[in-house]
């Protein structure tokens, strides 16, 4: 079946605009999870959703990131005013959470430039 | 605090020897672990996921559990260099479902 996409797969925006990146993730995942992952570095947290309900928002980095989701489908996180060090790769990954199945997959990942 | 912890490496092995890679975590109550695999430039790949203490074998992959020691491993059975990528151990830590990952060993296959 289809895995989890993302769009767009690249996106160079100017300092101070605003970018929207989104996710749809494996059909019936109930939960789904988005991280950054700065240039050689290793995955930071920033949001996680269980439906349309997003019980663990402390990785968010500041009040210019927001993320919503629609039902248990897409997923849309928005950064406001970007800055140089909002450029990486933010991945979206979803998973089951149910019958004893609790893997992620992830999608190939947004590579965010803020130039 | 919820930790999971690697060696970064680089860990070095000649191809077809045995490739072991180790994490800890810090939460005596997780019960779901994963090893993903990535290679530069792309997304996380889930390669071994385990439950229940003791091994699970997958192919050339092994992946060892012990809870009482809040130890994970993955052994990469003849090497390829192929395997060459980074390796993240991950941990569903506490209430709702908190996936944890580690910072990653990077793993390096010698021809």
């Known amino acids: 079946g289809a895995g989890v996409s993302q769009s767009p797969s690249n996106k160079v925006t100017e300092k101070g605009k605003d970018v929207e990146l989104r996710c749809d993730p494996i059909?019936?995942?109930?939960?789904l999870y988005w991280y950054r992952q700065r240039l050689g570095q290793g995955l930071e947290f920033l949001i996680y959703?269980?439906?349309?309900?997003?019980?663990?928002k402390s990785g968010l980095p500041s009040d210019r990131f927001s993320a919503e989701r629609t039902g248990e489908s897409v997923s849309t996180l928005t950064i406001q005013r970007t800055q140089q060090e909002d450029s990486a790769v933010y991945l979206c990954?979803?998973?089951?959470?149910?019958?004893?199945?609790?893997?992620?997959?992830f999608g190939p990942g947004t590579r965010l430039t803020v130039t | 605090q919820k930790e999971v912890e690697q060696n970064s490496g680089p860990l070095s092995v000649p191809e077809g020897a045995i490739a072991s890679l180790n994490c800890t975590y810090s939460?005596?109550?997780?019960?779901?672990f994963f090893w993903y695999r990535q290679y530069s430039g792309k997304s996380p790949e889930l390669i071994m996921f385990?439950?229940?203490?003791g091994d699970k074998e997958d192919g050339r992959f092994t992946a060892q559990l012990n809870k009482a020691s809040q130890y994970v491993s993955l052994l990469i059975r003849d090497s390829q260099p192929s395997d060459s990528a980074t390796y993240l151990c991950?941990?569903?830590?506490?209430?709702?479902?908190?996936?944890?990952f580690g910072p990653g060993t990077r793993l390096s296959v010698l021809p």
């Open positions: 990954a979803s998973s089951l959470l149910a019958g004893g199945t609790y893997e992620q997959y």
């Open positions: 059909s019936g995942h109930t939960a």
């Open positions: 959703f269980q439906g349309n309900s997003a019980p663990d």
């Open positions: 939460d005596r109550g997780s019960q779901s």
């Open positions: 385990i439950y229940s203490n």
């Open positions: 991950a941990v569903i830590m506490g209430y709702g479902q908190n996936f944890v």
